[in-house]
């Protein structure tokens, strides 16, 4: 698999401040990768160094096997964490804009510009202010501006800030979608829904490295223990529990699964729920 980003030993801080710390980072053609880690992290300070926005303090950052960021920057799409725009204009106006910003014009532009409007579902309301749409609105022209160009890769920074659930889910229904146009696509996230539904692969990111990395579909596999955090539990009921296999433990408020599988977990809950205990967490 070609890489489309390649890092190397990228180190960033900010005065005393070390943010990244060697970091190392390969994502390949075609990939959905999802970047992990909580507020502060680095996520978007690497997002920045990847467009060429910020120089790092030590490394090599290489996109489509170039370290000149701004030779590759047309086959680049973006979409910030925090849209700004002029609300005074209309949808279609700030797209057509930024085509011709970018270099397109004429049919093509226009071409592009209606196709997005129909990808993000704004093609109704192109023509209205965007000082009248709502925040899961403004973040989908966000989407379409990205996608203007047709790029190669697609960075998307916490595409979800702000929204509220029905926002949140909306707006990750369409990158979905965008997905199968075959972008390869970096997410940095905290939320776990985003990795699971739009990503092949994921790596967490906390004291300025990645520290760990796997596929997304090994992620939603059984786990190997588990433990079912209940109501209470008397001495007969725990005996019963205990009964279904040689890897359950109960006591008064919890029952453990050793040897976990889907049937003996399903074995468990059914015996629990059977016996009117109320079940708090697994």
């Given amino acids: 698999m070609t890489d489309v980003i390649a890092i190397t030993d990228l180190h960033k801080s900010y005065g005393d401040l070390a943010v990244l710390q060697g970091l190392e980072l390969r994502v390949g053609a075609g990939e959905a990768y999802a970047l992990l880690g909580p507020n ?15 120089r790092p303090a030590r490394g090599t950052v290489r996109l489509f096997g170039d370290t000149n960021l701004e ?6 799409g ?8 002029h609300t005074r204009y209309s949808a ?16 093509e532009l226009n071409e592009r510009v209606e196709r997005e409007l129909d990808t993000v579902g704004l093609h109704d309301a192109a023509d209205r202010s965007l000082g009248t749409f709502s925040k899961g609105m403004l973040q989908r022209v966000g989407v379409a501006q990205a996608l ?43 939320y776990l829904q985003e990795v699971d539904l739009l990503c092949d692969r994921v790596g967490v990111l906390a004291g ?3 520290l760990g990395e796997a596929a997304v579909a090994e992620l939603r596999g059984v786990a190997g223990s588990a433990r079912i955090q209940v109501s209470a539990l008397d001495v007969e009921q725990r005996r019963r529990i205990e009964g279904l296999g040689p890897g359950v433990r109960a006591d008064a408020q919890s029952v453990r699964l050793s040897a976990n599988s889907p049937a003996l977990q399903a074995t468990v809950l059914r015996a629990l729920l059977d016996a009117g205990v109320t079940i708090i967490a697994l």
Wanted: aromatic share 8%.
């Fill in 148 to 190: 203007l160009t047709d790029p190669d890769l697609l960075l998307i920074d916490e595409p979800t800030s702000g929204l509220d659930p029905a926002g949140q889910r909306e707006v990750i229904e369409l990158l979905a979608s965008v997905r199968d146009r075959g972008h390869t696509i970096f997410l940095c996230t905290h």
């Fill in 92 to 107: 279609r106006e700030y797209l057509r804009f930024l085509g011709a910003f970018s270099g397109l014009a004429g049919a």
């Fill in 40 to 54: 502060g992290a680095g996520k978007s300070t690497l997002i920045h160094l990847l467009l060429g926005f910020l």
């Fill in 208 to 210: 300025g490295r990645i």
């Fill in 71 to 76: 030779r590759v920057r047309p086959r680049v």
């Fill in 78 to 85: 973006y979409i910030p964490e925090r849209q700004r725009y």
